[in-house]
């Protein structure tokens, strides 16, 4: 039974420019996904969220305290110091605390960060302009904007990110020592299928040509270049990822 399955032909066409194999050449609607990563629920965000909450408290009681005792009892000789404590506090953990609670995503689409529930701030691999590793975030820039992905609480991200770096952009983490972040963990972050890109009103990255629909456009499957079905070049113009 087994010697009537299809044999996988993928291999051979690996290396040269035939039709198949080595091509990275896509339609819009080939299947693409992402992962998901959700933020590390860390000690410093429990901290600041703690910080915020006993300022909270201090904050009402110092608000009774001064003003809603009545008019027998006055303002309680305390009260001043609970709502300066209150202001400090809530002053510290706002400004030194780590809000970083954004999920980040990392897949076929490129980096993405989730900003709102619906809305979602993404650098495509081929807008990629360059990578920064400090030793607090690996930021990826791109033309005009930046995703920094802090590695306290998205370590898992950001080694995807790198590795992923490596392998669709050639030269696009030269800077970055081997090693430098732990290799990706298979099992970290959510797979999800991603919708096909919007492309119509787009240009050829090749020969500029107008996309007018939806299904003239290919893609490179390394880094999500965009061109026209007229106008694919034999290797993409962004990555080098040989597309014919
Ligand atoms: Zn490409």
Same mark, same amino acid.
Request: charged share 30%; hydrophobic share 25%.
């Given at each position: 039974?087994?010697?009537?399955?299809?044999?996988?032909?993928?291999?051979? !066409? $690996?290396?040269?420019?035939?039709?198949?194999? !080595? $091509?990275f050449l896509r339609q819009r609607t080939d299947p693409r996904s992402e992962r998901r990563f959700e933020p590390k629920a860390s000690l410093e965000l429990g901290l600041t969220l703690l910080g915020m909450s006993v300022a909270a408290l201090l904050a009402g009681a110092g608000v009774y305290g001064q003003w809603f005792r009545g008019d027998e009892a006055g303002a309680h000789p305390y009260a001043p110091y609970l709502l300066l404590g209150a202001f400090l506090l809530g002053a510290a953990a706002g400004l030194f605390g780590q809000?970083?609670?954004?999920a980040i995503r990392v897949g076929d689409a490129g980096v993405a960060v989730e900003n709102g529930p619906t809305e979602i701030e993404r650098i495509g691999w081929n807008e990629v302009t360059g990578l920064l590793l400090t030793e607090t975030a690996l930021t990826v820039q791109g033309s005009g904007t930046a995703i920094a992905i802090p590695l306290r609480a998205h370590l898992p991200a950001a080694s995807r990110v790198l590795a992923e770096v490596r392998k669709r952009i050639p030269g696009g983490a030269v800077d970055i020592e081997e090693g430098a972040l732990p290799a990706p963990d298979d099992a970290a972050g959510e797979v999800r299928p991603l919708?096909?890109?919007?492309?119509?009103?787009?240009?050829?990255?090749?020969?500029?040509?107008?996309i007018a629909f939806e299904a003239d456009a290919r893609l490179c499957g390394r880094c999500g270049e965009v061109y026209h079905k007229e106008g694919v070049p034999e290797r993409c113009a962004t990555c080098e990822a040989p597309l014919r």
């Open positions: 039974m087994a010697a009537d399955r299809p044999v996988k032909r993928k291999r051979r !066409g $690996s290396g040269s420019t035939g039709q198949g194999g !080595g $091509s809000w970083s609670m954004k919708e096909p890109p919007q492309v119509a009103g787009l240009r050829c990255k090749a020969t500029d040509k107008l």
